[in-house]
């Protein structure tokens, strides 16, 4: 069955205090990023916002009208600076009410009563959201093109994983990279030739230095595989003129 | 010498196909966030996109006019996908020159005469920009409040470093951080209270499940050391009448 030829593009927003100060490394965008791929959608644009409403409601407004979807991570647990679901509601102009499913999933694991109480903030969810699983504990939940999902990485990632074949599917983006042991700037002119020849691939050019010696790795990004191995072959044949020699080729 | 009271606020701009597509994880910037701080200056938002101009300007524009300083790391080499200088220029209305400097930082390296032309890229910046000194080769630079810096890392953080003393300085955010063995949720309503009460304190609750065992670190963020410490006391009690251990104590 050939692939569908829409891009479906979206859009990741990071909700946290946590990740501005420099405390905490986000892993998130780039996990999301290559899952989202897998499904056929494409990351264009990622936001890093602090728990602040004004800043949140903004953002999230800003990119849902910008991208076919929009997926949050993180504050959505069951303290005073969890306010991602208040947002997203405030953000669609709808009020919040108890998920009943939610509310199930809470009660299960018992917990003194203040303890139960401060959980059940997570039962919250915007008027009209559909729920997202969570395999660990209380589900996220999606509105309009918007999901929300956790922070802890290791639930974020549950979350995603278990969207498959629940969003719209795009075209899923291939790869090729090949290495080349000459520094950027003597593969720069040839590599621009080959990209303007080819629009369609998106040709980078990552420059490294290791063991004392520049280095390049070239990546292609593209739709059409026969047009991405067409590419990778006149790079490795342009690396092998220019007197260096083509290794580490990957195809994803 | 007391501080100064003014709060700089800065906005990271990560600019680079490789990270929306999940290849490369982003590291600039947690570290951008951290040495900012050291220099009194708070990252209050950071964004992504891709290497296209249109993307690119929309963004320096957006982020120029917001905060006191934005910095953007990545798209400053010598290959077709380089394309921050010439974004940046056009966000600011002017036209690109060569600087002289950073020629001759370029000629001093030898090169075949077709790598040192896609080598004179680098020397492109907009009329009127100042330089950001990079150890390693060719320097970065500044113009109106935006930083323009390389992406890759090693470099990055030899121009941010060689920046100490030369931003407006405001307030350092010191922090204090304990750990709970308590689920997040128990700690909850206190935590709710304690920052209700405090609030120039910014207190982040971050839980984790390790050994089998839910817990939550507690961390306090603000720029009266006298307030943290008496918040951080506040917390530790909380934690032992709830009946958990305060663990991992951290003062920065």
Chains 1, 2 share one sequence.
Request: charged share 25%; glycine share 8%; hydrophobic share 40%.
């Amino acid at each position: 069955m050939p692939e569908p030829e829409i891009r479906i593009s979206a859009a990741v927003l990071v909700i946290g205090n946590e990740i501005l100060s420099g405390r905490t490394q986000d892993s998130n965008l780039a996990y999301l990023a290559a899952r989202l791929n897998d499904y056929g959608i494409q990351v264009r644009e990622a936001r890093v916002v602090p728990d602040l409403e004004d800043a949140i409601v903004a953002a999230v407004n800003s990119l849902r009208a910008r991208f076919d979807y929009v997926f949050t991570t993180g504050g959505i647990g069951p303290t005073h600076d969890d306010i991602t679901a208040e947002c997203i509601a405030k953000a669609f102009g709808v009020p919040l009410v108890i998920d009943d499913e939610i509310a199930e999933v809470l009660r299960r694991r018992p917990a003194p009563p203040e303890a139960m109480e401060a959980r059940m903030r997570m039962a919250r969810v915007p008027q009209g959201a559909g729920l997202i699983r969570n395999p660990f504990g209380p589900h996220g939940f999606h509105i309009g093109n918007v999901y929300v999902m956790a922070g802890v990485p290791q639930v974020m990632r549950a979350m995603i994983d278990g969207l498959d074949g629940q969003l719209r599917r795009g075209q899923t983006i291939r790869s090729r990279s090949v290495t080349a042991d000459l520094p950027e700037s003597r593969v720069a002119r040839r590599l621009g030739e080959i990209q303007a020849a080819s629009p369609h691939i998106d040709l980078g050019s990552y420059p490294f230095f290791r063991d004392d010696r520049h280095g390049t790795t070239l990546v292609m990004r593209g739709s059409v595989e026969a047009e991405l191995d067409a590419m990778l072959e006149q790079i490795r044949r342009m690396i092998v003129e220019l007197g260096g020699t083509p290794t580490d080729e990957q195809r994803t």
